[in-house]
């Protein structure tokens, strides 16, 4: 019964009260103590004490108890979290591999496909740089349902990244990812279209894909990382300021192309940098000038 009201107090958003009522019973019940890791890992009902959710993560982990088996995938994903953040723990790339490898081995269906749609990203990164693993994570997760990995494959497929090119399987995976809400899948098949001339579909999928700016939000709704989701907001809006501008796709609207070429700027140096490359790539193409507006 304390069990049942704990998680209905969770679910409800009511953590204090959750935090004590786990407390009472986390001695006897991992599964208390797996929501205890999570909550003073993230602050959640408390102080942020991620040292502490290591701690209970780690006891799950190690746990010899049938009663913990289904959880140790997901306390394992959350140590390799914890270890690559370097949050409660020492920083160690290595060891956020092996905890993700751990977790990515089919034990819990929602902890094994992040971890792993987590190491397809991992294996995208310079650090541990081999793009056949990060194909054949993503592809992996991508089969279990996770909505990051679908973008990942279809970009993968569209620049030939850790398997051979393949424009139609790319353009598939983009548009079932673009139609489960992937930003970052919305923005590069808004430039698939661009590059390919298809103006009036570029315009269409970029009016939709702009038209949240809530990042943080579509984050959590989608489970995506907000860096990438933020990066194919701008691309989008980018290119729609290019259909603006010339009226391709769309009807000519200078004012309008004005706000999308800011948008697509946003508001930090990552954002600045990323659209002027690509300017100047769209640039070269089209034998334009460099100049916006």
């Known amino acids: 019964l304390i069990k049942s009201s704990c998680l209905f107090s969770l679910s409800q958003g009511f953590y204090k009260e959750a935090l004590k009522r786990f407390e009472k019973i986390k001695d006897t019940d991992f599964q208390a103590m ?79 496909v992040k971890a792993q749609s987590t190491l397809g990203m991992l294996y995208s990164m310079p650090i541990l740089k081999d793009m056949k693993k990060a194909f054949f994570w993503h592809s992996k997760a991508c089969h279990n349902g996770n909505l990051e990995s679908k973008g990942a494959l279809g970009i993968m497929y569209l620049y030939g990244q850790g398997t051979c090119q393949n424009s139609q399987a ?5 548009r079932k990812a673009t139609e489960l809400g992937n930003i970052y899948a919305q923005g590069h098949l808004v430039e698939y279209y661009y590059t390919g001339k298809f103006y009036s579909k570029a315009a269409a999928v970029a009016k939709r894909a702009t038209a949240n700016d809530d990042i943080n939000m579509l984050a959590k709704i989608t489970d995506c990382h907000p860096t990438y989701l933020a990066k194919g907001a701008a691309m989008a809006a980018f290119y729609l300021a290019r259909c603006l501008q010339l009226g391709r796709g769309t009807e000519k609207n200078k004012k309008a192309a004005e706000k999308y070429y800011s948008k697509s700027y946003g508001n930090d140096k990552l954002a600045s940098k990323f659209c002027s490359s690509l300017l100047r790539g769209v640039a070269d193409r089209e034998g334009l000038a460099e100049q916006v507006i």
């Not at 909550?39 to 290591?54: A, H």
């Not at 190690?62 to 959880?71: I, K, Q, R, T, V």
């Not at 390799?80 to 089919?106: F, I, P």
């Not at 790319?170 to 983009?174: K, R, T």
Request: hydrophobic residues 35%; glycine residues 10%.
């Open 170 to 174: 790319a353009l598939e995976w983009l």
């Open 34 to 112: 797996y929501q205890l890791g999570v909550m003073y890992y993230d602050g959640l009902g408390t102080k942020k004490d991620p040292e502490r959710g290591v701690e209970y993560m780690n006891k799950i982990l190690n746990s010899d108890s049938p009663e913990a088996s289904h959880l140790k995938f997901a306390a394992a994903y959350n140590l390799g979290r914890a270890y690559y953040e370097g949050c409660g723990v020492k920083h160690s790339v290595e060891e956020a591999e092996r905890l993700w490898l751990t977790a990515a081995d089919n034990g819990n269906p929602k902890a094994s």
